[in-house]
Every structure is written in C-alpha cells, then in structure tokens.
C-alpha cells in the first residue's frame, strides 16, 4: 500500500456539540487530512440553521474531491439538534450505532448521518443516556487495540463506562463539572475563592476529604470552613473543590461497579479533556487505577470505525 | 403576677441575618410587644450602616420606654457584619453563648450585645460552623421544654444538631437548599423544569430515589432523564429533585452519626422555615422519625434566653 493511496479522502466527520463544532477531512481508516473548526455548536447558533454550518464548513471539500459520506456524532443528534437520533439501548456495540444512524438531508442534496446516543434503561433506576462519548469510546478503544476496558470522560458530565467483547455493557454519568462551575460561579463557595493556579496540595486535600466519605452535602461546606479558618489558601479553594467533587465521583463510581457484583479495574482510558485528564489521573491513583490518557482524536477514529461498519465507506478505501 | 407586669418591655431582640432583618420588643420572658422588620439584612444595606439601621428600628421603643439592653443573632456577627463574634466551641450551652457575647457601642451610646456563633473543629476533620441557628435552638429547646434531643433546621444552609443535658454536642450543615437553588437555577437540570405547584409524588419519588443511595453527582442526573423519557412531568421535577436533595441529607446525617456511634433518634424538632419543615416532615417520617415543628419565634425565645443567661436584664423583670 503507497502512501499517496492512504492519504485518499473518504470520509467528513462533524464532532458537533452543545457549544463545539470540529470538521474533518478524513482519509478511510481516520487520518486528519484537513478540519475545520469554524462552525458553531448547537445551542450557539445564533441565525444560521443546522445546514448552513454544515454546508458551509464541507462545501470546500466536496467541490475539491467529489461526494464524500458525512456523519457526525455528539448533541447535533439530540432533541435539541438537527435530528433526534433515538438512543440505543445498552449493552451496545459498534454494529448497534451503525445500524441506529439516522441520516438528515441538506438541500444540496448531500445527506449527514447522526451517530444516536445510548441509553441504559434498569428495571427500578433512573434511565441513563450518553451521546457522543459513545463514539470517543469505541475511537480510544480501536486507538489502544482494546477491546474491554473501563473508560472515563471526565467533562461536565462525567461519564464511565464498561466495555466487553466490544460492547459497551454499561455506563454512569457523574454531574461532576457542572457541579464545580454552578458552586465556583453561583454559590456561597464561590465567594472566598480567588484566582489561581492549580494548587495540588490542595486538590490533593480535596481527595483526602472524599476518600470514604460520600456525603457531598455536608461536606462541599467545608471548602468555605477551611477558608474561614485560613487551613487553605483563597487561592487554592478551587482546587480543593475540585479534588473533593473528582474524589466524590470515583466514590461513587465505584459503589455504582460494586452495586453490580463488579469493582473498579486497575487499568482505565481517560479520554477527551487535556486539562481534567491529568486531574482524573492522579485521582484514581491514589484509589489503585493506572491510566491512560487519549485524547480528540477518540471522537474522530470512532466516527471513522463507525462510518466502516455502517458500509459508508468505498469498499476500495478500507485500509 | 399581674398582667400588666407581664407585659412590661425589657428587651429589644434582633434577628438580623443576610438577607433578612427583623426587630421585637420583648418582655423579660420573651413575649412579643412589638416587632418591626423594616431594616435589611446584611449584605443588603445599599448606603445604610449597621448603626443607622439599628438606631431606625429601635429609637422610637427607647424614646418611649427608656434604655434597653439590646440583643442580636444572625450573621450580623460574622466577619461580614457590624462585628465578628468568634465562634464560641462545642460543646457549648446557654452560659457559653452569654459569656461568648460582643458588645458593638452605637454613636447613640446605646449597646448592642451580638451572640456568638459556634464552631466545631474535631482533629482530622474539616471546621464546621453555624451562626444563628444555636439561638434558634436554645430557644426552640425552650419552648419545647426540653433539654436534650436532635434539632434540625432546614434552610439554605440546613443544620443538624444534638442537644445533651442543655449542651449542643454537636453538629453539621448540609447545602441543601443551595443547592436546589442553584441547580434549579443555573444548571442544566433547571432546563427541563416548568413552574409547578408542589408534586408530592415527584418529592416522594425523590425520597425513594435518595434512600440508601449516597450517589449524589450521579443520581442528580436522573432529574433530567426522568424528564427526559417523561416519567416525571416536567411541572413535577422541582419537587423530584427537592426530594432527592431531603432524603440525601437524611442519609449523610445519618451516615455522620453513625460514625460517631450515634443513630439518629425518634424523634425531632424542625425549626424555622414554614415552607421547608412540612417537607422534612415527611423524609424524616420514612426515615422513621417523627417531627415537631417551631416556627421562628424560636429565635426570639433563644434571644430571651441568653439575655437572661447573661444578666443582660433586670432582675426585677424576671419571670
């Protein structure tokens, strides 16, 4: 195989957000050959339609190479997206969002395929749902050459998930960022904390004080009390929130995985995030799980492997 | 004892917190004469000092009865307030808060006396504080005519405490009613939400959701899906999430007396919101505790009770 036939363009792959648009130029088995990141998320729209940022972010591409499937995975796919793509309940496999792609028209003529969510419907639990971190999960999962594994998304709502003989069997969310922004912004919290750098004393504190102790209501007070009592620095009260609400979340995940007969393994996949991913890393060290850390390129390989299974792409680019 | 001996003014009380600010006339055992609640609370004076606020609610009851020995509760004593009251330590009981009393000297010559708050520092553990509420307590205690037994006060800040043979032992806050606030407000569990009278269902459905499940940051996500897959009204996921947020603090109270081996008793005393304690109610009544409520004229007893304590008024005005 030549190089110029690997650097063939096959595939437009949209990472479309609540407040994020990437595109990609991608080649069959996923390389970047060009992306563009002009476009806006869903909820940032302002006037444009849905098919103008899409038209206007590929139109390029397609007048320089010829049709060229498109698919996109992420909140675009939501209720508040372009199209619904209904979830698909767990336990999943790549097949399972291959078969649930549901395909949008923009008046070119040219069509978009929404990769759906995953949804986790117990008997007796709240519905869980995750959309777009399904497919950074099967991308990190083809990235490592794995194919079970607990993998993590930390991000405003933190996702874990179990994948088994490449099925994903099960997933949590954790409201962890949301969470840290609504107290550092909008509460009682917020008002000794000043700036500051990462202060890893602090967050190091912030994990202590989780450690066996799920009781996140009373003890969220103690970032204002250990101000009070000048124990942390102003400057290092966000950090210690952070360790507590990142500690509070492996607690938790954990009772969740122990819940089900089954426990925290010693091996994890952070994906997404370059500034949570070193946090969750030394988080769950200190609870005896080595990690690995991927990065974007999750959502773009998985968007790839994805395309392939679903038949999208030229039988004659598959590497 | 004469009526009208009775009824003769001894004290002026202030119940003067962040937001809030009211002022009683007072006879020696802590009658209502008169109240106003014209002033504002303390981080709500606009140009106003401390002074001009107390010497505008008070100066027509000591023009018309003469001096008056002056007493406030609340966050008026914070750092925030005319003058920080340091914390007094638990255990703490009545005697401890009259001798933890802070004379502020108006310009008028008048005094006013501000009540401690307290604080809780157990070695290995985070401070724990509260500012207010043990007046609330000694005087609920007061009018309940008890001298040991649990006290809880919900609230934006709730707190728990234990009484002992006229000591508070112990205690510990819970943000609960922030952050109902601010989810409901700021966070995307709020995005679903339509206004709504209070849904019992939903709240007790909260409750169940909450009992035996310390998994906060993951179960606070279920507000949404449950919307989401339209199990719950929309109108009904405020109370839903109310539930959640009771029941969760029910448990973390019961988990940190556990630690202390202590189990939560059968019996309670809810103070102050009339709003809130219909509510805890009904999570302490499925946690198997039974409650009395006492609404605010706990903090005005309390005030009564420690003004005597500290020889504050005449002894020929003694009950």
Redesign the interface.
């Known amino acids: 195989m030549t190089e110029p036939a690997m650097a063939k363009p096959a595939l437009i792959a949209l990472d479309w957000g609540t407040s994020s648009f990437r595109a990609f130029l991608l080649t069959a088995d996923g390389q970047i050959l060009e992306r563009n990141e002009k476009g806006r998320g869903i909820l940032h729209l302002g006037e444009e339609s849905f098919e103008q940022v899409f038209e206007a972010a590929t139109r390029p591409w397609v007048e320089a190479h010829g049709p060229l499937p498109a698919i996109a995975a992420g909140m675009i796919g939501s209720?508040q997206g372009w199209t619904e793509a209904p979830y698909v309940e767990c336990p999943a496999e790549k097949a399972s969002l291959a078969a649930g792609l549901i395909k949008v028209g923009a008046s070119s003529g040219r069509d978009l395929w929404i990769v759906p969510g995953l949804s986790m419907?117990t008997t007796g639990e709240?519905?869980?749902?995750v959309r777009g971190e399904e497919t950074q999960i099967f991308g990190a999962a083809a990235l490592r050459g794995l194919e079970s594994g607990l993998f993590v998304t930390p991000g405003t709502?933190s996702k874990w998930a179990f994948l088994e003989a490449g099925r994903i069997v099960w997933f949590?969310?954790?409201?962890?960022g949301?969470?840290f922004a609504?107290?550092c912004?909008?509460?009682?919290l917020g008002r000794l904390m000043t700036e500051g750098d990462h202060d890893a004393g602090a967050f190091r504190r912030g994990l202590d004080?989780a450690q066996g102790n799920?009781?996140?209501?009373?003890?969220?007070?103690?970032t204002r009390?250990?101000g009070?009592?000048q124990?942390i620095p102003a400057s290092g009260l966000r950090s210690y929130l952070s360790g507590l609400?990142i500690g509070?979340?492996i607690n938790?995940?954990s009772?969740?995985l122990n819940k089900l007969g089954r426990s925290v393994p010693q091996e994890a996949t952070l994906i997404g995030s370059a500034s949570l991913s070193p946090l969750y890393a030394v988080a769950l060290e200190k609870a005896g799980v080595t990690s690995t850390a991927i990065g974007d390129e999750a959502t773009i390989k998985g968007l790839a492997a994805i395309a392939r299974t679903a038949g999208l792409l030229e039988p004659s680019a598959e590497s």
Chains 1, 2 share one sequence.
């Not at 912004?185 to 009682?188: D, L, Q, T, V």
């Open positions: 209720r419907t709240a519905p869980d749902v709502h949590a969310t954790f409201m962890t949301e969470m609504v107290l912004k909008h509460s009682i004080a799920p009781m996140l209501l009373n003890s969220l007070f103690s009390t250990l009070l009592f124990q609400l509070q979340e938790e995940a009772g969740l």
